[in-house]
T-cell receptor, first 114, second 114 residues
């Protein structure tokens, strides 16, 4: 079974621009979560989607948004990019929303904001 | 609020020796605990989880973890370390119920010396 895929793998953007990242979960997985990973802040939770609805949200400004489609694929968008948004963005999928299910991670999208 | 502490940023161990990576947690209610490993330029890989039952949990690649409710700990262990085990290890906790996010520790860099 194919793993979680994320596109693109690398992105370079300029301050003020916006960016959209894509995530395809493992086949049959219905929950998708997004995380931001930076050397200073570690792994921080952005949001979690299930059945096309946002179920959990982390402490990020409204510039960060996401959505999930009927086939469970997900996108996240960051508007008005800031230098501090440079990070590895990780997508993870799990079979169901329940807390007992482990999450499986994609390779990440490395975003650099200049 | 839930939290995870990994008190050691770096752990060094000689190949063939046992290894321990420490993790303590704080959560309301019963905890669901996870260990993940991250290799350079890769996403996180799931190693093992504790949901309920036996306090000793066995996972992938010979790793195991011991759940200790009284000490609120979930230390990762392996009887004999391999050089290929060198990586960044994350402990994570999630409270029961679907409305709680997965919270990660700051990570521990494990280096196995040949």
């Amino acid at each position: 079974k194919a793993g979680v895929t994320q596109t693109p793998r690398y992105l370079i953007k300029t301050r003020g621009q916006q960016v959209t990242l894509s995530c395809s979960p493992i086949s049959g997985h219905r929950s998708v979560s997004w995380y931001q990973q930076t050397p200073g802040q570690g792994l921080q939770f952005l949001f979690e989607y299930f059945s096309e609805t946002q179920r959990n949200k982390g402490n990020f400004p409204g510039r960060f948004s996401g959505r999930q489609f009927s086939n469970s694929r997900s996108e996240m968008n960051v508007s008005t990019l800031e230098l501090g948004d440079s990070a590895l963005y990780l997508c993870a999928s799990s079979l169901e929303l329940a807390a007992s299910y482990e999450q499986y991670f994609g390779p990440g999208t490395r975003l650099t904001v200049t | 609020a839930q939290s995870v502490a990994q008190p050691e940023d770096q752990v060094n161990v000689a190949e063939g020796n046992p290894l321990t990576v420490k993790c303590t947690y704080s959560v309301s209610g019963n905890p669901y605990l996870f260990w993940y490993v991250q290799y350079p330029n890769r996403g996180l890989q799931f190693l093992l989880k504790y949901i309920t039952g036996d306090n000793l949990v066995k996972g992938s690649y010979g790793f195991e973890a011991e759940f200790n409710k009284s000490q609120t700990s979930f230390h990762l262990k392996k009887p004999s370390a391999l050089v290929s085990d060198s990586a960044l290890y994350f402990c994570a906790v999630r409270a029961g119920g679907s409305a709680r996010q997965l919270t990660f520790g700051s990570g521990t860099q494990l280096t196995v010396l040949p």
